[in-house]
């Protein structure tokens, strides 16, 4: 038995949550459970709570800024966690890892530039390049099935012959990687940190899911590689996703070369973005202060959570090809043996199942006939909604 009790069902409907309560405003029947968006449904640790109730007894909410101590506690959870040496004045805050990648990208780029990405990969990376009008070079991840499994890695040749060809200013980078679930190797990081640095290309490491990481594997920020890596690169994190704080609105980038931070910092100036949010900077304290042994019991309860649905899937829908994460709490599954059209594939989940999931095209051509799942839920949720799932198939 753990300290922390992830099996409790919180209600979180009628609370503006994005997951919970905006089914019908996006296109969904209003009775679908939601396994969809990145955030968990557990309960944060009290230490975090606590902080926070204190915070709002002092009644003032004035604007508010980090000091030291909230510095020195991201500096020393990236140290511990991560083994990545870093300097406070290398930090800067934004509201969020999505508002940062689109400032970096203003800062660095100039329109018409080319950026890399990996397809399938978390969507919004493709609206940020699009929407400033950049150009987008996708590199595909390979991908294999093996024993029954998913399996996907990075077409090196294809990635440096891409950067080339399109003269790539920016790889926008996602690791661990959302919706495939790889934690890169050190040696793929190192491969791709050389070609960058071959050919003069920025690495924007959305590294938000860095601690959700599994068994043997480790996350390795690409910047700690080596200085000349680091030198190249913005490291985009936050405490929001490990520690399901994201509606506080909080995130730390680290940026090692000082002329790109003061670039980075200029376009954030142009927003008229200046301090953050008063809650944001309390709960982030207090988790990398006091989060770590909730963290580890919760990444055993999720470990159980994917060992559930690996299980299951094995057992009960044996043609739904699961590619099992090595890291974040997303699982990726394929259902193209089935043969269905994309309509109909839709149809079966959203109206069938009842599931409100992430289509798998949405993260690019790559993911047709894929969906992606959110198993951070207490397991009778989790439980539920395989079972629906299960019916929703079990005549083909
Ligand atoms: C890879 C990745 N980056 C960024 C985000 C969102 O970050 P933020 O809410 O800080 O913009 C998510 C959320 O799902 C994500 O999966």
């Given amino acids: 038995m753990g300290t922390y009790n992830f099996d409790q069902i919180i209600d979180r409907t009628n609370t503006n949550s ?11 029947e209003n009775d679908v459970m939601p396994l969809w968006v990145a955030d968990m449904d557990f309960a944060t640790l009290p230490e975090i709570t606590d902080a926070l109730e204190e915070r709002v007894r002092h009644k003032i909410f004035g604007y508010t800024y980090p000091k030291q101590e909230y510095q020195k506690t991201i500096i020393n959870w990236m140290k511990t966690r991560h083994n990545y040496d870093m300097k406070p004045e290398w930090l800067v805050y934004t509201p969020g890892v999505v508002f940062a990648i689109s400032m970096a990208l203003r800062a660095v780029t100039k329109e018409g530039d080319a950026v890399l ?6 969507y919004p990376f493709t609206n940020i390049i699009l929407e400033n009008d950049r150009k987008l070079i996708n590199n595909s991840l390979h991908y294999e099935v093996k024993d029954h499994r998913g399996v996907y890695t990075i077409d090196f040749d294809k990635f440096e012959d891409l950067i080339i060809k399109n003269s790539v200013k920016v790889f926008i980078f996602c690791s661990p990687h ?28 959305d590294e938000i899911h860095e601690d959700f990481v599994y068994g043997e594997q480790k996350h390795i920020p690409i910047a700690s590689i080596n200085k000349e890596i680091e030198d190249i690169t913005i490291t985009c994190t936050s405490p929001s996703k490990t ?9 730390n980038i680290i940026i090692a070369n000082s002329k790109t931070r003061k670039l980075f910092k200029k376009e954030i100036d142009k927003t008229g973005f200046d301090e953050p949010n008063i809650f944001g900077i309390t709960a982030c304290q207090a988790a990398y202060t006091y989060g770590e042994r909730w ?8 470990l159980d959570n994917i060992a559930f649905v690996r299980e299951f899937i094995d057992e009960k829908m044996p043609k739904v090809i699961l590619t099992i994460p090595e890291g974040t709490y997303l699982v990726w599954l394929d259902f193209n043996d089935y043969g269905l059209e994309l309509r109909e594939l839709e149809d079966r989940i959203q ?20 969906e992606r799942i959110n198993i951070a839920a207490p397991r009778k949720l989790v439980e539920e909604a395989m079972n629906r799932l299960y019916e929703a198939f079990s005549d083909l």
């Fill in 295 to 302: 963290l580890e019991e919760l990444k055993i309860y999720l």
């Fill in 243 to 251: 520690f399901n704080l994201a509606g506080l609105q909080l995130s």
């Fill in 351 to 370: 109206k069938k199942a009842k599931l409100w999931l992430d289509e798998g095209i949405i993260f690019g051509k790559e993911g047709l006939g894929f």
């Fill in 178 to 205: 959302n919706p495939v679930g790889r934690v890169w190797t050190r040696d793929e990081l190192t491969r791709i940190g050389e070609i960058c640095l071959k050919h003069n290309v920025i690495i924007i490491a």
């Fill in 18 to 28: 994005l997951k919970y309560d905006f089914a019908v405003e996006r296109g969904k």
């Fill in 117 to 122: 990405i990996q397809n399938p990969v978390y």
